[in-house]
C-alpha cells in the first residue's frame, strides 16, 4: 500500500523517540500497531464486500441469461406442440371424413413445417403431403413391371 524503505523508518523512530520519550514510545507504538491491524482488516473486509457484490451481480446476469433460454426453449416446444395438435386433428378430421391428409402447412400458405420436426413427420421441410410420402415408400417398396417380368423368365430358367 505504502512503500516505506528501512530509511524512512529508522528516521520516523528516532524522531518518535525524541518527541514522544523513551517511557511512552513502546505504549504508542502498540497503539499505533492495534490501529494499523483495524485499518487492514476493514480494508480486507471492505475488499470481501466488493467481490461478494460483484459475484451475486455475475450470479443475477448469468441467471437472467438462462431464464432467457428458458424462455425461448419454451417457445420453440410450445409452438412445436401446436403444430403437432393441428397435424393430429387434421388427420382425425380426415380419417372421419375418409379423405387424403393434408398437412396444415398446405391448406395454408403462411405457415411452414418446423425444421426441428422434419426429421420427425418427414425428413424436408418442403410441406410434402402424407400421401405423397406414402407414394414415394410405395415405389421405393414395390418391384417395376421389368423386375417381374425378371422374375418370372428367371423362375421358368429354373424349372
Known sequence: MF???FTEILVAAVIGLIVIGPERLPRVARTLGRLFGKMQR???NLK???NRHAEIEEFNQIRASVEDAAKDIEESVSTNVNYIE???KAAELAVEEKEEVKPISEKKN???IPA???PVIGGQPDNKNISDIEQEKGEME???STDAEKNKIDQGKTK
Open 116 to 118: 426441428a420436426l422434419a
Open 48 to 50: 470481501d464486500d466488493i
Open 42 to 44: 476493514y480494508v480486507s
Open 86 to 88: 393441428g397435424q393430429v
Open 3 to 5: 512503500d516505506f524503505g
Open 110 to 112: 403462411d405457415s411452414v
Open 142 to 144: 414395390s418391384p417395376s
